[in-house]
C-alpha cells in the first residue's frame, strides 16, 4: 500500500508526464502550422511516449492501492521562434523531468517504499534515452541552423520515426474482457 506523501508525489508526476503529452502535441502542432512536417512527426511520438509514461503512473498508483487524481493539466507554450527553439525545449524540458523523477526516487527513499524506488528505476532508465534523443537531435537542428536544405533533410529523417506501445502495455486494459459485450449486455 502507498503511503499518501507517495501517492501524492506520483500523481503530481503522472500530471506532469500528461502536461509533457500536452507540451509536444502543442509542439507538434507548431511544426504543423510552419509546414515542417517530419518535426511534426517526431513530436507527436514524443507526445504518444508521454502519454504512456503517465498511464503506467497512474496504473502503478491504482495497482499499489493509492488513488489516481487528475490534476488539471497546465496549458503549454504553443509557439517557438525557430525549429532551434522547439528543439532546444525539448530537451531543458527533458532535463527538468530527470530532476522530478530523481526527487520521486527521494520520496519513496525517505517512505522506506522499494517497491516504487524499483518501479521508478524504469523511468530514471527511460529518461537517459529521452535526454540523449532529444541532444541528439537538437544538435542535428541546430548544424542545419537556417540553411532550408538542411533543414528539410532533417525534417524529413524525424519524419520516419515511429511509435509502439511498449511490450505488455495496454492503455485499455479492461477491453479484452469486454469483447462481444454489447450494451444490452452490460447493463446485467
Known sequence: ???????????????????????????????ESVKMKGFANWMRVQAGEELVHGMKMYDYVIATGGRARMLAIEAPQFAWASPVDAFQH?????????GLIRGLVGVAVSEKDEATKNFLQWYLDEQVEEEESSDMVLKKVKAAGSNQSALA????????RG?????????FPYSAKLEGATIGSLKK
Do not use: C, W
Request: proline share 2%.
Open 1 to 31: 500500500m502507498l503511503s499518501e506523501k507517495m501517492t501524492e508525489a506520483l500523481n503530481g508526476q503522472a500530471n506532469r508526464e500528461l502536461y509533457s503529452s500536452y507540451l509536444y502535441l502543442s509542439m507538434s502542432a507548431y511544426f
Open 90 to 98: 525539448v530537451y531543458n524540458h527533458e532535463r527538468i523531468v530527470t
Open 153 to 160: 533533410l532533417a525534417d524529413k529523417e524525424l519524419g520516419q
Open 163 to 171: 511509435f509502439k506501445f511498449p511490450r505488455g502495455f495496454q492503455i
